[in-house]
């Protein structure tokens, strides 16, 4: 017993000089890169997951021609999030214009060890009956439907940021940062192409629960003030989920900064990562990803509803 204690104290010691060490000359490495050396190699190894890095103020968003943007979105997304370690307020708004029920949609929280938000824009290809919006699959709008949005996210601390863009999906995300979703305050701006699809976003918006004091118009562009979301009553299972992740997500948060030690520059510290544990890394930029689990469920969803007479 004591001789297989022995051992294993010398092999975690050995592990400990070698990690050590390791993790000293990876320092050493990204010492010697200038700035413009690591944004670019950061650039490089997230553009596959659907993101690019904005340098100026450190955080992430998601491209255009982003992977996501096949997937559309499905209510089950939103409803399994928590058990993907992503906890968020999320404020859909649902709306008809030109032969099609469209989604436009607000969220803010935590995404594993990111915090951040998002504004996601899609549609399905018709009418839709209100029983419909959680059964079916919302397609993302193409380019000639792009609207032009932005946002300004700011944190309990003072600290904001504001993107803007013409885009399907527009997003933020700061690594390392944990917050609860109540904790951010989201301004988001839309303008939109003409009147008629104003006042159907305006009039979705009233039937979202938001207050008018929340919103405000302005020529084309109609600003959302979310701050809090609506109140939700999760089920028992979701709560816990909810709990949980958070949990998961504060104790990886603490990890990340502490094995980035001793960089306080987001660049920095995601290259230390890469370099350093390359499988957390890869996990570190699966934002929005959903495994097989998440599909069979949605699948599962409309054979009910289809059993029920429901589509």
């Known amino acids: 017993m004591y001789f297989f204690l022995i051992i294993l104290l010398l092999v975690a010691l050995i592990c400990s000089v070698f990690f050590h060490f390791r993790k000293k000359k990876i320092v050493c490495k990204i010492q010697c ?17 659907g993101y690019c890095f904005h340098e100026e103020c450190g955080f992430f968003s998601s491209t255009l021609d982003a992977w996501q943007r096949e997937a559309g979105y499905a209510w089950i997304y939103d409803y399994m999030a928590p058990r993907f370690q992503m906890v968020f307020d999320a404020l859909p708004v649902y709306f008809d214009y030109e032969g099609k029920t469209w989604l436009i949609e607000f969220w803010k929280g935590q995404y594993g060890i990111n915090a951040g938000a998002e ?11 209100e029983k419909e919006y959680k059964t079916t699959r919302f397609e993302a709008v ?9 946002f300004v996210l700011c944190g309990k601390n003072g600290s904001c940021v504001k993107v803007a863009q013409n885009h399907w999906w527009l997003t933020a995300f700061f690594t390392g940062s944990f917050v609860w979703p109540s904790d951010l305050c989201m301004k988001a701006t839309i303008k939109f192409p003409d009147k008629r699809m104003q006042f159907a976003f305006i009039s ?7 207050a008018e004091q929340n919103f405000s118009v302005n020529g084309f562009c109609v600003t959302v003030h979310f701050n809090r979301a609506r109140k939700v009553r999760y089920k028992l299972c979701t709560r816990f989920w909810r709990c949980f992740s958070q949990w998961k997500n504060k104790i990886f948060c603490k990890l990340y900064l502490w094995v980035t030690k001793p960089f306080q520059c987001t660049e920095d510290r995601v290259l230390c990562l890469y370099y350093f544990i390359p499988i957390a890394f890869r996990r570190l930029f699966r934002i929005r990803r959903f495994n097989k689990r998440c599909h069979r469920k949605e699948r599962c969803c409309r054979k009910r509803c289809c059993r029920r007479g429901r589509l």
Not at 34 to 48: A, G, M, N
Not at 119 to 129: K, M, N, T, W
Not at 204 to 210: E, N
């Open 33 to 49: 890169m200038d700035k413009c050396q690591k944004c670019c190699k950061v650039e490089e190894l997230v553009k596959p997951f």
């Open 119 to 129: 504004i996601g824009i899609y549609h399905a290809d018709r009418i839709l009956s």
């Open 142 to 150: 193409s380019n000639t439907e792009l609207l032009n949005c932005s």
């Open 204 to 210: 979705g918006l009233r039937k979202a629960g938001c």
